[in-house]
């Protein structure tokens, strides 16, 4: 049997910050532990004194928690304790090695496993998702994975290597020797493809079209993604793309979409282009773009989708300072 602990707080005492919380704080614990529900044994609940208009167990049975023993108690008033909080032990039937979640003001009873935050940022191509994950990680200082430029690389290898991008298995082939190495160097993600610094070669448009039908590969999008897991389960991190709040990372803290009008992305992208001087046509841009949607949003594995949990952020009409300031409120709402 394992104990797995959790606590979070609420904003006010009223039974809808209860609800919300306690749902929040099993679902996590539940995600982060790989856990089914018929594996939880029981699920004891403690709570502070100011907390008193609804019972977390009745929270947790009606966020579908149902299938096991709930209790709930109250904790004895200790002088400078942590205000509405709500404490949680989860008892399991099988032995694992417990992730502990502490979530919302919480997380400063245990700073020794709550400080790593990990951030998804979703959304189709030229929404700003990339730009807004690096100014988010520099102002959090955290670090920026750009897990867009290890498949563009991907795609480079393939085309440097004359492979058919439209063959799955010539692509598996071609990727069987793959040295990718993602350094960090003067606060920047430098992208390493066989021992050279590709982090320009990558960004050419004829690279980001490959990509998109690389990455459909789940043989590809399963190598990318371990490399990914592995470099957030060490450390807070922000990380873009597809299917990251999805199917990368279902457990993070906090998970974004961002979206825009085609238009918009193409000109965005457009001005982005001619700026490093390469030629591009506007007009073709934008069909291109739209194309990439339906590619991205169709295809069977791991497919552009919005988390259930995310917060969509339309920025068409908002600077970047704008969306950068959503973004910090709501996970300062949070925290």
């Not at 008193?52 to 004895?76: I, M, N, T, V």
């Not at 709500?86 to 502490?102: A, G, Q, S, W």
Request: aromatic letters at 6%.
């Amino acid at each position: 049997m394992t104990v797995i602990r959790g606590a979070t707080t609420i904003a006010e005492d009223s039974p809808e910050e209860i609800k919300k919380a306690v749902k929040e704080l099993i679902d996590q614990t539940v995600s982060r532990n790989s856990l089914h529900k018929d594996e939880i044994l029981s699920i004891v609940f403690s709570s502070t004194s100011d907390i008193h208009s609804y019972y977390p167990a009745k929270a947790a049975r009606e966020a579908g928690y149902s299938s096991s023993p709930l209790f709930s108690s109250q904790e004895p008033d200790i002088d400078g304790g942590l205000p509405l909080c709500i404490r949680i032990m989860l008892f399991v039937e099988k032995n694992i090695t417990p992730h502990h979640v502490y979530l919302r003001g919480a997380r400063t009873l245990r700073k020794d496993i709550a400080s790593k935050i990990n951030i998804a940022i979703d959304g189709p191509a030229g929404s700003g998702k990339s730009t807004m994950a690096k100014a988010l990680a520099k102002s959090m200082n955290i670090l920026y994975l750009d897990t867009g430029a290890m498949y563009r690389a991907c795609a480079l290898k393939a085309l440097k290597e004359n492979a058919d991008i439209r063959d799955e298995t010539a692509i598996i082939d071609c990727l069987r020797d793959l040295a990718l190495e993602i350094k960090y160097e003067d606060g920047t993600q430098h992208t390493f493809l066989d021992g050279e610094d590709v982090s320009e070669l990558i960004r050419k448009p004829e690279v980001s079209m490959a990509a998109s039908t690389v990455s459909q590969y789940p043989a590809v999008r399963l190598k990318m993604v371990e490399k990914q897991r592995e470099i957030a389960d060490k450390m807070s991190c922000v990380l873009d793309g597809r299917d990251i709040g999805t199917f990368v990372l279902p457990e993070a803290d906090f998970k974004f979409f961002l979206t825009a009008d085609p238009k918009v992305r193409a000109q965005r992208r457009y001005d982005e282009l001619t700026a490093k001087g390469y030629p591009v046509d506007k007009r073709a841009l934008e069909e291109e773009i739209v194309k990439r949607d339906e590619q991205d949003s169709s295809r069977a594995f791991a497919p552009l989708k919005q988390a259930e949990d995310a917060v969509l952020i339309d920025t068409s009409n908002l600077t970047p300072d704008e969306v950068l300031g959503e973004m910090k409120r709501t996970i300062q709402e949070k925290i």
